[in-house]
């Protein structure tokens, strides 16, 4: 098992040819072996069609293709619909949806009837909705009018649900299970990714009420099956790990792992003794190695001896998969029990690509080619086949993978087939009533409310180009096609990643304003031993001694007499010594994190985003300056040239708070000197240890001791640089009202120029939620928007404005969410809110919120020192927030369903404009909000914190900031003047280019 997990490492992003090449000798298939497959194959696609054709889901959502206007309005439909409980907002996204798309393009086109007469329905409604003083159609339903539409989409958008899920009780499913003659079932209680103590408790209790249902029921097919007969015969039941712990993270894992260990324990021993199977269904890739410390613990319980029911699944898109079976049976081997293995493809495979991308991480956990799943699939089940101590139960609906696993399993009857509730329908029949074959139907049981994101990753695999269910639903899909040989691709291809997903690390290689450049390296938190090697770095780095004081004046001087060379120094040659600081950064990144860790209190997540972003703005301002400073030849008449060119301006103050003392103070410095002006960089006051390392790393990557100084110090180093008129320009990052003071100095003396003066100040930023929002989205950006960081950043989010009809049960989630949150030290990997930056800023956020204790709708207890408790504060009216408050302090009102452009004017008269976050399934409320918001970020459906250089440029309007924004294609330009030359090139005697024309050029 030890051996099994040092391989899983081993594998876990390794190259995809790599990993590819040692599965493709199981999966390769003879020239006879692959005919007789071919054959076998035949029939059960048959089989699949007779089903599909009568299957309305899919044949809709083959005629509305999930990549068309008209699918994407269907998937957002189905996925939001039944949860509105408002017809305001009800009615606004049945417009918004059916409007978005052509209908009536695709009436006709399907020979399905349902498809048609649904898509009928869509017409009608659109028409309608389009012109509702007009028509029969709308006397005919005048008085049924828009709720007669609303019911529809409700029915229809209830019967997607339905056709996937087997019953609303265990009780129904159970009953409708028992109908389905020779297939038994697992039951999946519906509902994952608990969000708060009370959901995850109220999930085991459904998961424990159903074992106890399913074992008095005595149900399934008994008796055919092999090994462990006396499991495979009945029903079973299927758990999500997730569903049981709010923190199944790999950071609260010291905690969480114990919780779901007991959870799964009691769950297994209910499943023991009740007779029946229970499976630990497989989530997202980061949870792989705690899922299997729980499983294994599970496995080795004494008291669970003799039953042969624990399963587990397997996710063949995972570069881990084959570790993850031999593990299996390692663990088989060890207990003395056999492990039921549900062998799937993995159902996360586009939030897995978009996941590592965010993180910078070296490469992806999975295959980025969907016959290389196939590939590994097929080389698990001949592993699994083989595997003494595994029970295989292999999960697919493709027909190809089905007659794959029958032609090596040859007469045995000892392992099982799975395939889901609504899908795959007609495969099996006539394996299991006239083959002997076992097939067993992935159940999920629950309401609505819990069915969403299970829908969507369900309608997601429908829908899907690659998907074998959505292929053969497709008329014009040649068979040959569909049986196409995916070692045989494999093998063409030489395994190579598909060109589409670039690496990570490549992801800004084609970026236009740039040219390309290397993004910066993340970090896997989710990796346990990396998290504890960067956690004990951290905690045992010694803090140097603070960097001694200079003489501003001095140093202003030293800065003017370099600014020549500097500036007469390539543009090239200054690009490539910026970015061989962001390569000095990467290299000393642990140290860097350390730092950010001891001195500016950050968390581990938040210190390794912030080096990231500190390497970015390097790479990103070098490539910048690379095509911006050249010179820009342009047109004129004849015989004269004319030539626009950037220039420095001189030396540079840059004056940077503690709250990004890595990122923002070393963004402006890399602004400043690769377009070329000498910086005087000021770090707060808090974080001057972190801007020392900064600066003795740019002078070892070639930055000159006088282009760039360190001036440490408070407010008067800071006043006495802005005031002097030897320095050319301002960038400052802080409070407003800091910023007014140096733009009040800027102006005093009558004698000097007028200079740039960038300033990013803070804002009260606001996000709106609607009743279409997804509830758990909506908390879970709440929280990372409002309490990442302990609410220090200038983005945080400080004023959530829920509607009204939606505002108890988000509140309620959102405090569920925020007593799932750890308050503690920055650097224990589990802190989710570590203590604000000083016992100043402490005592300023805990006045103020003890002078509001009777609006406080919520408060987390938090340790003593300078700690803040996170706090939900209530007030009446978006106008009632007066002031910024930076800490974990987070003001929650109401808004009406209908005044979206009210409210968000209301937030524009606060007269800030730096954040606003929206959640919403409308289209149209998203354009409202661009239309109004005077923000200079706006977020849909996310949270409002982390902006990426280049990705998301960041900075505010009006009182949040002069712009431009850090991080984009015009910050480089406020750190430059602008020079013309004009050359009249006649003056010199005649316009010889003129003269020179060719005749028939
Ligand atoms: C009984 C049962 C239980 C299940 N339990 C789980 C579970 O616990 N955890 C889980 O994650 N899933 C689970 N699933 C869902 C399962 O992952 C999907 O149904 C399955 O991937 C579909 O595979 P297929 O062989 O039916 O279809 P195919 O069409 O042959 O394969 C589709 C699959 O290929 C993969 N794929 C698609 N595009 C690419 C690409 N570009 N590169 C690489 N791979 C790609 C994806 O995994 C996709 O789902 C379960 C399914 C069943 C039937």
Known sequence: MIEARARMRALHRAPEPEVLAALLPAALLGEEQRHSVVARARPLIAGLKAAASSGWVNRFLQHYQLGSDEGTALLSLAEAFLRVPDPVTADLLIRDKLGQADWKAKLGDSDSLLVNSATWGL????????????????????????????????????????????????????????????????????????????????YFDAYLGAIEAIGRKRGGRRGGGG??????????????????????????????????????????????????????????????????????????????????????????????????????????????????????????????????????????????RKPATDVSWLACARAMLDSPHIYPAFATHNALTVATVLEWAGESRDFEFQRLHGMGEGLYEDLVRNQGHHCRIYAPVGGHRDLLAYLVRRLLENGANTSFVHQIADDDMPEEELLADPAARVARSGGLPHPAIPKPSAMYAHEAATGGRPNSPGIDLADAPTLDALAAAAATLVLPAAPAAVDVAAAVARAEAAAPGWAATPVEDRAARVEALGDALEADTPALIGLLVQEARKTLPDAVAEVREAIDFCRYYAAQARHLMQPMPLPGPTGESNCLMLAPRGPFATIAPWNFPLAIFLGQCAAALVTGNPVLAKPAPQTPRIAARAVALAHAAGIPADVLQLIPGGGAEGDALVRDGRVQGVAFTGSTATARAIARALLDDDARPLIPFIAETGGINAMIADST???????????????????????????????????????????????????????????????????????????????VKARWLHSIAAPEGDYVAPTLIAIDRVGDLKEEWFGPLLHVTTWEAGTLAETVQAVNALGYGLTMGLHSRIAGASDTVQALAQVGNLYVNRSIIGAVVGTQPFGGEARSGTGFKAGGPHYLLRFCTERTVTIDTTSAGGNASLLSLEEDA
């Open 773 to 851: 929002a997804l509830p758990e989205q909506v908390v879970a950006d709440v929280i990372a928007s409002a309490f990442q960081s302990a609410g220090q950043r200038c983005s945080a989010l400080r004023l959530l404005l829920v509607q009204r009809e939606v505002a108890d049960s988000v509140i309620t989630m959102l405090k569920g969410a925020m007593d799932a949150l750890v308050v503690g030290p920055a650097g224990n990997p589990m802190t989710d809110v570590p203590p604000v930056i000083d016992a100043a800023a402490a005592a300023k956020l805990e006045a103020y919120r003890q002078s």
């Open 227 to 368: 090994g462990n007969d006396n499991i495979s015969g009945r029903h079973s039941i299927s758990v999500k790990l997730s569903a049981l712990h709010p923190r199944y993270e790999t950071a609260h894992a010291s905690a969480a792992v114990p919780t779901l260990t007991e959870l799964a324990m009691t769950l297994a021993q209910a499943a023991a003794s009740a007779g029946i199977g229970l499976t630990i269904d497989a989530e997202e890739s980061e949870r792989l190695d705690m899922s299997l410390d729980i499983i294994g613990a599970v496995a080795a319980h004494p008291g669970l001896k003799g039953w042969d029911g624990l399963g587990m699944a397997v996710q063949a898109y995972g570069k881990r998969a084959p570790a993850v079976i031999d593990w299996a049976e390692a663990l088989g081997a060890a207990t003395g029990r056999c492990i039921a293995v549900r062998l799937v493809k993995g159902a996360y495979w586009d939030s897995e690509i978009k996941r590592t991308q965010a993180l910078g991480l070296a490469d992806y956990p999975l295959f980025t």
């Open 123 to 202: 017409v009608m409604g659109k028409a309608m909705l389009a012109d509702p003083q007009a028509g029969v159609l709308k006397r005919l339903l005048s008085r049924t009018g828009e709720p007669f539409i609303r019911q529809a989409v409700a029915a229809a958008m209830r019967l997607m649900g339905e056709v996937f899920v087997m019953g609303r009780t265990i009780d129904e499913a159970l009953g409708f299970a028992d109908r389905q003659k020779g297939f038994t079932a697992s039951f999946d209680m519906l509902g994952e990714a608990a969000h708060t103590f009370p959901d995850a408790m109220g």
